[in-house]
Every structure is written in structure tokens, then in C-alpha cells.
């Protein structure tokens, strides 16, 4: 390579290779930076570094996340989530050609990489960390400790596409991969967050079991053999000695486990007076500020996984995955189809006898249930509720999903349509209750007879209002 070097305030050139050299002095265009080959960091401040590194790697133009970045100098970073997304380190000439070397290199291996997207709600920024670490080479998406996740881990190939407070779905993106079969698990950690926000960072304080308050003291629990007297501590210590008396039988204590023992501790609580022996456990958050019982806290696995066969030969040869609808294991027509169908079924009602009719089952809170649980267990739960509507049909029925959380169905023939429907929503229900007893939907359903209704548009409107669709 040509080793030629030219250098203005901005512009790095080495041979035919352009850097971009970015400071927290000048400011800088984003749709610019595409016609440069990589980026040099060129700055002390570790704030500044890091904000730029996961702009970079979190933009959505490849010609910009997958380039390298080049830090001038080496300052200290505490945070050990930015080196991974650093390329090298600038301290001389050498360090200049070593630069130009791995952005050649990562643009070279950039071409291999095929266009396509897995389709999925994740698919996307699993594809843009694939691409990342095919263009280096690595096969590992592997944790990292950060105190500026909520969570407390951090995979940097990842979590660049999520904002810190949202690093929950990292492991949501995670798991979907891993169920798709791109990625595979090795258990590093278990942790446990909160149940509102899901955060890591949590603070556990002993209270008192009647009034929650922290402000509670513990003291051995004393038992004498010889009179087999029982209590705390403090009842005997003598003011003017160190030697333990009996206040039952007046007699010294001199050696535990002859004399006496200490079974248990009593607590006492300088809020509300109480005394007990049991505490209770709890763990406030630090981000929501949320306060529960330890037995609720949410566990977590924190895991490093690797690329398979599949999720590698995927990067270069294509992705040929599907969305919801079609990884539910269930027939679901699309709503094109669907519509077809349903005009088609109005018409032979209204010429032939028959008591055909469409129902809506809407889950009314279902983005609340996202929201808490990510959008991963979201998808799986809808499977299953597909999974219990299909097998209450027949096979003249069919079905589609509408806004992921609106089922519409066509039952053929059913004679007591109302009856069916409650079976069908406690069925829903008792899945729910069995694997997640902590969540409550909302279910609404309503129908109406294909007989009765002049158009399947006016039809699916009508059922809307009635379910207060929004």
C-alpha cells in the first residue's frame, strides 16, 4: 500500500484511504461522512469518545456503522463496553497504516454481505450486529459489564441499536435469534431486575415485617441451659461487667455451648416498636424507584452466544425468514386474503341457508403486556393464543391477524356462536393465568351473522366500534 501520507484539520489520507477525523471541537455532518473510508476519534474525553463510537455504530446506513473507528492517542476509558467498539488505537506512522489496512479490509469483506433482512421484529438490528461481526471477523456476541446499562450488561454490537434504558430488549433481540437458530446460548449469568422496568440496578434493605420500615436493629437471641431461660442479649449484659448473667437464675455465663447458646437473633424496629425474628426482603429500583418483595424480582440470563452454520452462511447467502403470521405453526391468511374469503361467504349467504359469522377478538392492553415483558414474549404469546383459536376450528374456518393484536375469524355453521366464543376466551384466559399469573388482558370479542351484513368493509367496521378498536 501507499504509505503516503496527507493530513488536513479534518481529512486523514493514507495512499488512496480517507479518514474522517472527528474532535469535540468541530462539528460534523452525518451524510458526509459516507464518502470517507473510516473515522478517527481525536479527543481525551472519554464522554465525548463513547458518544461518538455508538453514533457511529448505531447509525442506520451501513456506509457509516460498518467502517472502521480509529482513537488518536490512547486516553483512559473506564468504560470497557467502548473498546469493543473501537478498531485500533493511533500512537505513530505504523498505527496510520495499520488503520488503512483494517478499513480496506472491512469494506472488502462489507461487499460478501447480502442484502436481505430477516423479517421479525428484531430483524433488522440482528442483521446490522451480524454485518458487524462478519466485517471482523468475530463470532461471539459476548456481555459486557456497564454501569450505563439498566441492566448492568451491555453487547456492544447490539445494544448500539437500542437507547440504555431499553437494554432489556437486547436480551428480547437475543432470544428471538436464538429461537430463529442464528444464535446459540452459553450461559454466563443469572440476574435479577425489576418487574416494572426491568432495571438491574437494585437496592436491598431488611425492614420490618409490619411497618416496612429499614430502621430496625438485631441482637442475638441467648438461651441458658441450667434454667433454660430464653432471651435477647441485652437482658444479660451487667452495666459493670463483661461477663454474661442470667437474669432468670442470677448465675454467670462463661462458655457457649456449655452454658448457654445462641440460637436465633430478635430484631426490633425503631419505627413502630415491633419485635420479630424473621425480616423481610426488599429490593428497591434505582431507576424507577419501584419497591417490591425479592420473591417478584424477574430473573435474567445473561449469556454469550455464537454464531451457527446457519446464522453465518445467513450473512452472506441471504435470510429467508418470516414474520409473525407465518412462524405461528397456524394457517393465517393475510388480510388480502382473508377479505377475499369473507365477500366470497357473504355472497353464498345471502343466497343459500347457513349461519355463518364473522368474530373479532381484540386484546385490548396488549402493548402495555409489550411494554413490560418486550416485544419477543409479545410475538410468543400471540403464537400460542393462535395455537388455542385454531384448534377450536374447523376446517372450512379461517382466520388472520390484524395490528397484532385483533384476531378475525369466519365461523362456518356453529350453533350457539355466543357460547363458543366464552369456551374460546377462557381457554385464552387459562393459558394466560397457567404461564403468566402476573398479567392481565383484556379480551373483547364480538360477532356478527354474514346473513345480516351488506359488505365484509362495512362488517369488520361495525365490529370495531363495538370492540373499541383504536
Same mark, same amino acid.
Given at each position: 500500500?501507499?504509505?503516503?501520507?496527507?493530513?488536513?484539520?479534518?481529512?486523514?489520507?493514507?495512499?488512496?484511504?480517507?479518514?474522517?477525523?472527528?474532535?469535540?471541537?468541530?462539528?460534523?455532518?452525518?451524510?458526509?461522512?459516507?464518502?470517507?473510508?473510516?473515522?478517527?476519534?481525536?479527543?481525551?474525553?472519554?464522554?465525548?469518545?463513547?458518544?461518538?463510537?455508538?453514533?457511529?455504530?448505531?447509525?442506520?446506513?451501513?456506509?457509516?456503522?460498518?467502517?472502521?473507528?480509529?482513537?488518536?492517542?490512547?486516553?483512559?476509558?473506564?468504560?470497557?463496553?467502548?473498546?469493543?467498539?473501537?478498531?485500533?488505537?493511533?500512537?505513530?506512522?505504523?498505527?496510520?497504516?495499520?488503520?488503512?489496512?483494517?478499513?480496506?479490509?472491512?469494506?472488502?469483506?462489507?461487499?460478501?454481505?447480502?442484502?436481505?433482512?430477516?423479517?421479525?421484529?428484531?430483524?433488522?438490528?440482528?442483521?446490522?450486529?451480524?454485518?458487524?461481526?462478519?466485517?471482523?471477523?468475530?463470532?461471539?456476541?459476548?456481555?459486557?459489564?456497564?454501569?450505563?446499562?439498566?441492566?448492568?450488561?451491555?453487547?456492544?454490537?447490539?445494544?448500539?441499536?437500542?437507547?440504555?434504558?431499553?437494554?432489556?430488549?437486547?436480551?428480547?433481540?437475543?432470544?428471538?435469534?436464538?429461537?430463529?437458530?442464528?444464535?446459540?446460548?452459553?450461559?454466563?449469568?443469572?440476574?435479577?431486575?425489576?418487574?416494572?422496568?426491568?432495571?438491574?440496578?437494585?437496592?436491598?434493605?431488611?425492614?420490618?415485617?409490619?411497618? @416496612? *420500615?429499614? &430502621? +430496625?436493629?438485631?441482637?442475638? %437471641?441467648?438461651?441458658?441451659?441450667?434454667? #433454660?431461660?430464653?432471651?435477647?442479649? $441485652?437482658?444479660?449484659?451487667?452495666?459493670?461487667?463483661?461477663?454474661?448473667?442470667?437474669?432468670?437464675?442470677?448465675?454467670?455465663?462463661?462458655?457457649?455451648?456449655?452454658?448457654?447458646?445462641?440460637?436465633?437473633?430478635?430484631?426490633?424496629?425503631?419505627?413502630?416498636?415491633?419485635?420479630?425474628?424473621?425480616?423481610?426482603?426488599?429490593?428497591?429500583?434505582?431507576?424507577?424507584?419501584?419497591?417490591?418483595?425479592?420473591?417478584?424480582? @424477574? *430473573?435474567? &440470563? +445473561?449469556?454469550?452466544?455464537? %454464531?451457527?452454520?446457519?446464522?453465518?452462511? #445467513?450473512?452472506?447467502?441471504?435470510? $429467508?425468514?418470516?414474520?409473525?403470521?407465518?412462524?405461528?405453526?397456524?394457517?393465517?391468511?393475510?388480510?388480502?386474503?382473508?377479505?377475499?374469503?369473507?365477500?366470497?361467504?357473504?355472497?353464498?349467504?345471502?343466497?343459500?341457508?347457513?349461519?355463518?359469522?364473522?368474530?373479532?377478538?381484540?386484546?385490548?392492553?396488549?402493548?402495555?403486556?409489550?411494554?413490560?415483558?418486550?416485544?419477543?414474549?409479545?410475538?410468543?404469546?400471540?403464537?400460542?393464543?393462535?395455537? +388455542?383459536?385454531?384448534?377450536? %376450528?374447523?376446517?372450512?374456518?379461517?382466520?388472520?391477524?390484524?395490528?397484532?393484536?385483533?384476531?378475525?375469524?369466519?365461523?362456518?355453521?356453529?350453533?350457539?356462536?355466543?357460547?363458543?366464543?366464552?369456551?374460546?376466551?377462557?381457554?385464552?384466559?387459562?393459558?394466560?393465568?397457567?404461564?403468566?399469573?402476573?398479567?392481565?388482558?383484556?379480551?373483547?370479542?364480538?360477532?356478527?351473522?354474514?346473513?345480516?351484513?351488506?359488505?365484509?368493509?362495512?362488517?369488520?367496521?361495525?365490529?370495531?366500534?363495538?370492540?373499541?378498536?383504536?
Amino acid at each position: 500500500m501507499d504509505t503516503n501520507l496527507h493530513s488536513t484539520n479534518s481529512v486523514v489520507t493514507v495512499g488512496k484511504i480517507r479518514f474522517y477525523k472527528i474532535n469535540d471541537r468541530i462539528a460534523f455532518f452525518w451524510n458526509a461522512l459516507m464518502a470517507y473510508d473510516g473515522f478517527i476519534i481525536d479527543s481525551s474525553n472519554a464522554v465525548f469518545i463513547r458518544s461518538v463510537a455508538r453514533e457511529i455504530r448505531g447509525h442506520h446506513q451501513p456506509e457509516i456503522y460498518l467502517k472502521g473507528i480509529f482513537l488518536m492517542g490512547n486516553p483512559e476509558l473506564k468504560n470497557r463496553a467502548v473498546y469493543s467498539l473501537i478498531d485500533g488505537f493511533i500512537l505513530g506512522e505504523e498505527d496510520l497504516n495499520m488503520a488503512a489496512n483494517r478499513a480496506q479490509e472491512y469494506f472488502l469483506r462489507s461487499l460478501d454481505i447480502h442484502t436481505s433482512v430477516p423479517k421479525g421484529v428484531y430483524g433488522s438490528i440482528i442483521k446490522k450486529a451480524f454485518d458487524l461481526l462478519y466485517t471482523r471477523q468475530n463470532k461471539t456476541l459476548s456481555p459486557i459489564r456497564d454501569t450505563h446499562s439498566i441492566i448492568g450488561y451491555n453487547y456492544p454490537e447490539l445494544s448500539v441499536s437500542f437507547d440504555e434504558n431499553e437494554e432489556p430488549q437486547v436480551l428480547d433481540a437475543l432470544e428471538w435469534a436464538d429461537k430463529e437458530g442464528l444464535i446459540w446460548p452459553d450461559f454466563q449469568e443469572r440476574i435479577y431486575v425489576c418487574t416494572s422496568c426491568s432495571g438491574g440496578f437494585l437496592s436491598f434493605r431488611e425492614v420490618c415485617p409490619h411497618c @416496612k *420500615s429499614s &430502621n +430496625i436493629d438485631g441482637e442475638d %437471641l441467648v438461651h441458658h441451659f441450667p434454667c #433454660a431461660y430464653i432471651g435477647p442479649l $441485652s437482658d444479660f449484659q451487667l452495666e459493670d461487667s463483661s461477663v454474661l448473667n442470667c437474669p432468670k437464675c442470677n448465675k454467670d455465663l462463661h462458655h457457649i455451648g456449655v452454658d448457654y447458646d445462641k440460637p436465633s437473633v430478635i430484631n426490633h424496629c425503631n419505627n413502630c416498636d415491633s419485635i420479630f425474628q424473621d425480616v423481610y426482603v426488599k429490593a428497591k429500583c434505582m431507576n424507577c424507584e419501584t419497591d417490591m418483595d425479592v420473591q417478584y424480582l @424477574k *430473573s435474567r &440470563n +445473561i449469556n454469550s452466544y455464537k %454464531l451457527t452454520k446457519k446464522g453465518r452462511q #445467513a450473512i452472506t447467502k441471504g435470510y $429467508s425468514y418470516d414474520g409473525i403470521e407465518e412462524q405461528m405453526d397456524v394457517t393465517l391468511h393475510s388480510m388480502d386474503s382473508f377479505l377475499s374469503l369473507l365477500r366470497y361467504d357473504i355472497i353464498r349467504e345471502s343466497r343459500e341457508l347457513g349461519d355463518d359469522v364473522l368474530t373479532g377478538i381484540y386484546f385490548e392492553n396488549l402493548n402495555d403486556f409489550a411494554s413490560q415483558f418486550g416485544e419477543f414474549r409479545r410475538q410468543s404469546l400471540m403464537r400460542e393464543i393462535a395455537l +388455542i383459536v385454531q384448534q377450536r %376450528l374447523n376446517d372450512l374456518d379461517y382466520i388472520c391477524l390484524e395490528q397484532s393484536n385483533l384476531f378475525w375469524i369466519v365461523i362456518h355453521d356453529v350453533k350457539n356462536i355466543e357460547k363458543a366464543l366464552e369456551n374460546l376466551v377462557k381457554d385464552i384466559k387459562e393459558l394466560i393465568d397457567r404461564n403468566l399469573p402476573s398479567v392481565k388482558l383484556s379480551i373483547i370479542f364480538e360477532y356478527n351473522h354474514l346473513k345480516a351484513v351488506s359488505s365484509a368493509d362495512a362488517c369488520m367496521i361495525d365490529l370495531k366500534k363495538k370492540m373499541l378498536v383504536e
